[in-house]
């Protein structure tokens, strides 16, 4: 009867003694994208970040597929232990309009650790289109239609919603051109083969700073403290046009608490250090640290908003 009554206590105290030993062994953080883009280069840096934290080891693993469901549904299907993480971008809240088949739930599968890292959308055009601000390329959009050709990150990336999303609000009308990423799309608009596009600062700082793009426009809250002299779309005219590019780190659904709690914490004191603060800046992206509710507050409100955009879009994509 004693030992009865006791194991209640053993079971409830088992993950806070779990959680004073983690990590004990490797920590995985899956990135759910190739590597040398922004998602890998955010995961580097906090992986870099945890290793001085940490007396274990931790290693990146790279699962790219179906716009990043792929290695969101790994994680998901992991122990719940803490040694296998996630770091997701926003498409969390858009795949599950896209792939729902094989996209996990963005709230039942994942325990929300901290919100990393942050990064507004920026958009650029090129000098030679005749427009200085974000107003004369509405004007100009309205007057030409389909002749300003946008281009993308690729399909259903946050550069192409973000194009879709400023066609819904304003009526404007253009010409979507899919690039296979952020790289070869700013190649093109530097030999003037496209027009405008939606891309995170840092690709576009230094040529901002030649003088070989322009930028107009921010879809942050408040204006980058690193571009100043650039409005946000909302100081435009356009009510609630709030478009982040967001890195969280989430552990599969059912991970203890007092584990959560114990990475988490070690997050926030690693975004805080100079030389990540630096190293993410280096990438286009401000250093956050936030909690889970952050990031739940994310998703809930991101959900609804892109649901919409995309079923006013009609976009489909293949799983």
Do not use: C
């Amino acid at each position: 009867m004693v030992a009865a009554l006791a194991l209640p206590f053993v079971v409830v105290a088992a993950p806070a003694e779990d959680a004073q030993d983690f990590p004990s062994r490797t920590v995985k953080l899956v990135v759910p994208a190739a590597p040398g883009g922004p998602i890998d280069a955010v995961a580097r840096i906090l992986a870099d970040g945890l290793k001085t934290a940490w007396p274990a080891a931790v290693v990146i693993e790279n699962r790219a597929g179906a716009g990043t469901s792929t290695g969101a549904a790994f994680v998901a299907a992991a122990a719940s232990d803490g040694y296998t993480l996630l770091v997701m971008p926003d498409s969390i809240t858009v795949n599950p309009h896209l792939y729902p088949n094989v996209n996990p739930d963005p709230l039942k599968s994942f325990e929300p650790i901290a919100l990393v890292a942050t990064a507004t959308q920026l958009l650029v055009v090129r000098p030679g289109l005749g427009v200085a601000d974000f107003k004369q390329f509405l004007d100009y959009a309205r007057r030409r239609g389909s002749d300003v050709n946008m281009a993308s990150a690729g399909t259903a990336t946050l550069s192409h919603l973000t194009e879709v999303l400023l066609e819904q609000r304003t009526g404007v009308a253009t010409t979507h051109i899919p690039f296979k990423g952020a790289a070869p799309a700013l190649t093109a608009m530097l030999g003037a083969h496209v027009d405008a596009m939606w891309v995170m600062p840092a690709p576009a700082v230094p040529h901002l700073r030649s003088g070989k793009l322009l930028a107009i426009a921010v879809t942050s809250a408040a204006r980058d403290p690193n571009l100043p002299d650039v409005p946000t779309v909302e100081e435009s005219g356009i009510a609630d046009f709030r478009v982040d590019n967001w890195q969280g780190l989430f552990a599969p659904a059912g991970t203890a608490k007092p584990i959560v709690e114990k990475i988490g914490r070690a997050v926030m004191d690693v975004v805080k250090t100079p030389e990540v603060k630096s190293r993410m800046a280096a990438v286009g992206f401000e250093p956050r640290g936030d909690g889970p509710d952050a990031v739940v507050e994310i998703i809930r409100t991101s959900l609804p908003k892109w649901a919409e955009v995309i079923r006013r879009s009609g976009l489909k994509l293949s799983e």
